[in-house]
Protein backbone atom coordinates (compact mmCIF):
# COMPACT_ATOMS: atom_id res chain seq x y z
CA UNK A 1 0.00 0.00 0.00
CA UNK A 2 1.65 3.43 -1.30
CA UNK A 3 1.86 5.83 2.08
CA UNK A 4 3.32 8.92 1.47
CA UNK A 5 5.12 11.16 4.22
CA UNK A 6 5.42 14.84 4.77
CA UNK A 7 8.46 16.25 6.49
CA UNK A 8 9.01 18.35 8.52
CA UNK A 9 5.06 18.81 9.34
CA UNK A 10 5.59 22.87 10.32
CA UNK A 11 8.24 25.11 9.50
CA UNK A 12 8.87 28.58 10.51
CA UNK A 13 11.32 31.12 8.43
CA UNK A 14 12.11 34.78 7.91
CA UNK A 15 11.59 36.05 4.72
CA UNK A 16 14.56 35.71 2.20
CA UNK A 17 15.09 32.78 2.96
CA UNK A 18 15.40 29.43 0.53
CA UNK A 19 13.98 26.05 1.93
CA UNK A 20 12.75 22.66 1.15
CA UNK A 21 10.29 20.85 1.34
CA UNK A 22 10.69 17.22 1.38
CA UNK A 23 8.07 14.19 0.19
CA UNK A 24 8.31 10.33 0.21
CA UNK A 25 6.41 7.41 -0.94
CA UNK A 26 6.54 3.94 -0.16
CA UNK A 27 5.95 2.80 -3.72
CA UNK A 28 8.21 3.92 -6.51
CA UNK A 29 5.33 2.59 -9.28
CA UNK A 30 3.95 5.71 -9.69
CA UNK A 31 2.53 7.82 -12.99
CA UNK A 32 3.31 11.23 -11.23
CA UNK A 33 3.70 13.14 -8.12
CA UNK A 34 2.04 16.64 -7.98
CA UNK A 35 2.42 19.65 -5.37
CA UNK A 36 -0.32 21.53 -4.31
CA UNK A 37 -0.87 24.74 -1.81
CA UNK A 38 -3.63 25.28 0.54
CA UNK A 39 -4.89 28.15 2.58
CA UNK A 40 -6.66 28.21 5.53
CA UNK A 41 -9.92 26.83 4.77
CA UNK A 42 -10.41 26.79 1.31
CA UNK A 43 -9.09 24.30 -2.07
CA UNK A 44 -6.04 22.81 -3.43
CA UNK A 45 -4.26 24.78 -5.78
CA UNK A 46 -1.87 22.90 -7.85
CA UNK A 47 1.81 23.89 -7.84
CA UNK A 48 3.42 21.32 -9.90
CA UNK A 49 3.45 18.50 -12.05
CA UNK A 50 5.94 16.12 -12.45
CA UNK A 51 5.53 13.12 -14.54
CA UNK A 52 7.24 9.59 -13.84
CA UNK A 53 9.59 10.19 -16.50
CA UNK A 54 10.96 13.10 -15.90
CA UNK A 55 13.21 14.45 -13.23
CA UNK A 56 12.26 18.27 -12.37
CA UNK A 57 9.77 21.23 -12.91
CA UNK A 58 9.96 24.58 -12.13
CA UNK A 59 7.46 27.61 -11.97
CA UNK A 60 9.05 30.96 -11.05
CA UNK A 61 10.51 30.68 -7.44
CA UNK A 62 9.42 27.37 -7.06
CA UNK A 63 11.10 23.85 -8.66
CA UNK A 64 10.31 20.34 -7.61
CA UNK A 65 12.48 17.47 -8.31
CA UNK A 66 11.99 13.65 -8.23
CA UNK A 67 13.91 10.76 -7.76
CA UNK A 68 11.63 7.94 -8.03
CA UNK A 69 13.79 5.08 -7.24
CA UNK A 70 14.22 6.06 -3.85
CA UNK A 71 11.00 7.48 -3.38
CA UNK A 72 11.78 11.32 -2.83
CA UNK A 73 10.65 14.56 -3.86
CA UNK A 74 11.62 18.11 -2.64
CA UNK A 75 9.81 21.33 -3.21
CA UNK A 76 12.64 24.11 -3.19
CA UNK A 77 11.35 27.74 -2.30
CA UNK A 78 13.78 30.81 -3.05
CA UNK A 79 13.77 33.69 -1.62
CA UNK A 80 10.48 33.21 0.64
CA UNK A 81 7.74 35.57 1.19
CA UNK A 82 5.11 35.97 3.53
CA UNK A 83 2.32 35.10 1.05
CA UNK A 84 3.84 31.95 0.39
CA UNK A 85 2.88 31.00 3.66
CA UNK A 86 0.31 28.06 3.80
CA UNK A 87 0.18 24.21 3.91
CA UNK A 88 1.95 22.43 1.24
CA UNK A 89 0.84 19.17 0.01
CA UNK A 90 2.51 16.36 -2.23
CA UNK A 91 0.36 13.73 -3.76
CA UNK A 92 1.18 10.98 -6.04
CA UNK A 93 -0.68 9.72 -8.71
CA UNK A 94 -0.80 5.94 -8.10
CA UNK A 95 -3.04 3.35 -10.33
CA UNK A 96 -6.57 5.03 -10.21
CA UNK A 97 -5.73 7.88 -7.82
CA UNK A 98 -4.23 10.83 -6.01
CA UNK A 99 -2.49 9.55 -2.32
CA UNK A 100 -1.82 12.34 -0.22
CA UNK A 101 0.75 13.48 2.21
CA UNK A 102 -0.52 15.04 5.44
CA UNK A 103 1.24 18.30 4.72
CA UNK A 104 4.00 20.99 5.36
CA UNK A 105 2.72 23.85 7.25
CA UNK A 106 4.65 26.90 6.20
CA UNK A 107 5.05 30.38 8.06
CA UNK A 108 7.41 33.16 6.55
CA UNK A 109 7.47 35.95 8.80
CA UNK A 110 8.56 39.64 7.97
CA UNK B 1 -7.92 28.07 -16.59
CA UNK B 2 -9.53 25.12 -15.32
CA UNK B 3 -11.97 25.94 -13.29
CA UNK B 4 -13.74 23.48 -10.70
CA UNK B 5 -16.87 25.00 -8.94
CA UNK B 6 -18.73 23.62 -5.77
CA UNK B 7 -22.03 24.65 -5.02
CA UNK B 8 -21.37 25.46 -1.75
CA UNK B 9 -18.80 27.00 0.68
CA UNK B 10 -20.40 26.26 4.06
CA UNK B 11 -23.07 24.27 4.85
CA UNK B 12 -24.87 23.02 7.93
CA UNK B 13 -27.27 20.41 7.99
CA UNK B 14 -29.29 18.21 10.79
CA UNK B 15 -28.23 14.66 11.75
CA UNK B 16 -30.62 12.37 8.87
CA UNK B 17 -31.14 14.71 6.07
CA UNK B 18 -30.17 13.55 2.72
CA UNK B 19 -27.49 16.35 1.63
CA UNK B 20 -26.04 16.56 -2.03
CA UNK B 21 -22.61 18.41 -2.88
CA UNK B 22 -22.26 19.57 -6.22
CA UNK B 23 -19.43 20.13 -8.45
CA UNK B 24 -18.97 21.48 -11.88
CA UNK B 25 -16.02 21.58 -14.24
CA UNK B 26 -15.45 23.39 -17.13
CA UNK B 27 -12.56 21.73 -18.85
CA UNK B 28 -14.24 18.89 -20.34
CA UNK B 29 -12.28 16.70 -18.06
CA UNK B 30 -13.15 12.67 -18.26
CA UNK B 31 -11.96 11.89 -14.63
CA UNK B 32 -13.81 13.29 -11.43
CA UNK B 33 -13.24 12.98 -7.65
CA UNK B 34 -14.56 13.46 -4.14
CA UNK B 35 -12.29 13.22 -1.37
CA UNK B 36 -12.56 14.57 2.11
CA UNK B 37 -10.62 16.04 4.42
CA UNK B 38 -9.78 15.87 8.25
CA UNK B 39 -7.17 16.96 10.62
CA UNK B 40 -4.83 14.19 11.47
CA UNK B 41 -5.98 12.31 8.52
CA UNK B 42 -5.35 14.46 4.97
CA UNK B 43 -7.42 13.90 1.95
CA UNK B 44 -8.98 10.34 1.65
CA UNK B 45 -10.54 9.58 -1.35
CA UNK B 46 -15.00 9.04 -1.53
CA UNK B 47 -15.59 8.23 -5.05
CA UNK B 48 -14.60 9.10 -8.29
CA UNK B 49 -15.61 8.90 -12.16
CA UNK B 50 -13.94 8.25 -15.24
CA UNK B 51 -16.89 8.76 -17.46
CA UNK B 52 -20.38 10.05 -17.56
CA UNK B 53 -22.61 7.36 -15.71
CA UNK B 54 -19.47 5.84 -14.14
CA UNK B 55 -18.41 5.70 -10.39
CA UNK B 56 -15.39 3.33 -8.72
CA UNK B 57 -15.46 3.29 -4.74
CA UNK B 58 -12.46 4.90 -3.31
CA UNK B 59 -11.06 4.50 0.21
CA UNK B 60 -14.37 5.73 2.08
CA UNK B 61 -17.85 5.40 0.06
CA UNK B 62 -19.30 4.06 3.34
CA UNK B 63 -22.44 6.45 3.64
CA UNK B 64 -21.79 7.97 0.27
CA UNK B 65 -22.80 7.34 -3.36
CA UNK B 66 -22.68 10.00 -6.57
CA UNK B 67 -23.99 10.41 -9.24
CA UNK B 68 -22.70 11.68 -12.47
CA UNK B 69 -25.16 12.09 -15.50
CA UNK B 70 -23.63 14.82 -17.30
CA UNK B 71 -19.75 14.56 -18.04
CA UNK B 72 -18.97 18.15 -16.28
CA UNK B 73 -20.74 17.75 -13.15
CA UNK B 74 -20.69 14.94 -10.46
CA UNK B 75 -22.53 14.86 -7.41
CA UNK B 76 -21.77 12.99 -3.79
CA UNK B 77 -24.53 12.71 -1.74
CA UNK B 78 -24.70 11.77 2.05
CA UNK B 79 -27.85 9.18 2.02
CA UNK B 80 -28.68 10.25 5.81
CA UNK B 81 -26.29 12.92 7.05
CA UNK B 82 -24.45 11.96 10.53
CA UNK B 83 -22.36 13.64 12.61
CA UNK B 84 -18.88 11.96 11.55
CA UNK B 85 -19.49 13.13 8.19
CA UNK B 86 -18.66 16.89 9.35
CA UNK B 87 -15.69 17.82 7.42
CA UNK B 88 -13.95 19.71 4.41
CA UNK B 89 -15.26 18.56 1.52
CA UNK B 90 -13.07 18.68 -2.28
CA UNK B 91 -14.03 18.21 -5.29
CA UNK B 92 -11.40 17.30 -8.18
CA UNK B 93 -11.23 16.92 -12.13
CA UNK B 94 -8.38 15.72 -14.39
CA UNK B 95 -7.98 15.21 -18.36
CA UNK B 96 -6.91 11.59 -18.05
CA UNK B 97 -5.12 8.96 -15.20
CA UNK B 98 -2.57 10.93 -15.53
CA UNK B 99 -2.46 14.27 -15.88
CA UNK B 100 -2.72 17.45 -13.62
CA UNK B 101 -5.63 17.30 -10.78
CA UNK B 102 -7.65 20.60 -10.16
CA UNK B 103 -9.38 21.28 -7.01
CA UNK B 104 -12.42 23.19 -6.37
CA UNK B 105 -12.99 25.31 -3.46
CA UNK B 106 -14.07 23.05 -1.30
CA UNK B 107 -17.16 22.59 0.51
CA UNK B 108 -17.28 22.77 5.03
CA UNK B 109 -19.92 20.97 6.09
CA UNK B 110 -21.63 20.43 9.67
CA UNK B 111 -24.04 17.76 10.69
CA UNK B 112 -25.50 18.98 13.88
Redesign the interface.
Known amino acids: KQEVTQIPAALSVPEGENLVLNCSFTDSAI??L?W?RQDP??????LL?I?SSQREQTSGRLNASLDKSSGRSTLYIAASQPGDSATY?C?V?NT???I????TRLQVFP | DVKVTQSSRYLVKRTGEKVFLECVQDMDHENMFWYRQDPGLGLRLIYFSYDVKMKEKGDIPEGYSVSREKKERFSLILESASTNQTSMYLCASSLLRDTEAFFGQGTRLTVV
Open positions: YNQFGKGLTSLQLAGDKLFGTG
